[in-house]
T-cell receptor, first 112, second 111 residues
Framework: DSGVTQTPKHLITATGQRVTLRCSPRSGDLSVYWYQQSLDQGLQFLIQ???????AKGNILERFSAQQFPDLHSELNLSSLELGDSALYFC???????????FGPGTRLTVL | GQSLEQPSEVTAVEGAIVQINCTYQ??????LSWYQQHDGGAPTFLSYNALDGLEETGRFSSFLSRSDSYGYLLLQELQMKDSASYFC????????????FGPGTRLSVLP
């Protein structure tokens, strides 16, 4: 158990819909990262938050957005969903060094 | 741009030693990590190299050569539970020191 929690575990929705994925980092970690893992794209970095502020962006689509709240939990919002958005979405957290990231169990999103 | 290459599959027998190579191209290299992921599971951190040389952690070792843009993960005394995917990941200054992951190497350990 990494100490990072994610909800829900599974999500099935239809194209055009909007969903919210939730992540709680390990106790004491200020950084939260979101990743997308699909069969053909591997593990892709989406976005990082540090202590409530956006720190860096990766390959995140404009239809996707995220935020980190004062209690440090984070949410990833995916809108206007397309079939190609079906993937595993992982949240990770880290301490100040940043080089050791602890991944949550992931949310499997299926868009029908 | 940024690219990482790893072998897609490696097979070895229990008790053997296996080396998984990773080559990378980036203008913003900061460090190299390795992660293990079992089927249906989350990636788990194995090692991080920021400087050239070998880092050893139990049965696993990781090596980095910055001049060759190359690293490897060495797994010794292989066990069945080591069957998993292994990802190298470059920590990249072009992404705010975040990680760009390689495509992964699927290791199968046979009895």
């Amino acid at each position: 158990d990494s100490g990072v929690t994610q909800t829900p575990k599974h999500l099935i929705t239809a194209t055009g819909q909007r969903v919210t994925l939730r992540c709680s980092p390990r106790s004491g970690d200020l950084s939260v990262y979101w990743y997308q893992q699909s069969l053909d794209q591997g593990l892709q970095f989406l976005i990082q938050y540090y202590n409530g502020e956006e720190r860096a962006k990766g390959n995140i689509l404009e239809r996707f957005s995220a935020q980190q709240f004062p209690d440090l939990h984070s949410e990833l919002n995916l809108s206007s969903l397309e079939l190609g958005d079906s993937a595993l979405y992982f949240c990770a957290s880290s301490g100040n060094s940043g080089h050791e990231q602890f991944f949550g169990p992931g949310t499997r999103l299926t868009v029908l | 741009g940024q690219s990482l290459e790893q072998p897609s599959e490696v097979t070895a027998v229990e008790g053997a030693i296996v080396q998984i190579n990773c080559t990378y191209q980036t203008s913003g290299f900061y460090g190299l990590s390795w992660y293990q992921q079992h089927d249906g599971g989350a990636p788990t951190f194995l090692s991080y190299n920021a400087l050239d040389g070998l880092e050893e952690t139990g049965r696993f070792s990781s090596f980095l050569s910055r001049s060759d843009s190359y690293g490897y993960l060495l797994l010794q005394e292989l066990q069945m539970k080591d069957s998993a995917s292994y990802f190298c990941a470059v920590r990249d200054n072009n992404y705010g020191q975040n990680f760009v992951f390689g495509p992964g190497t699927r290791l199968s350990v046979l009895p």
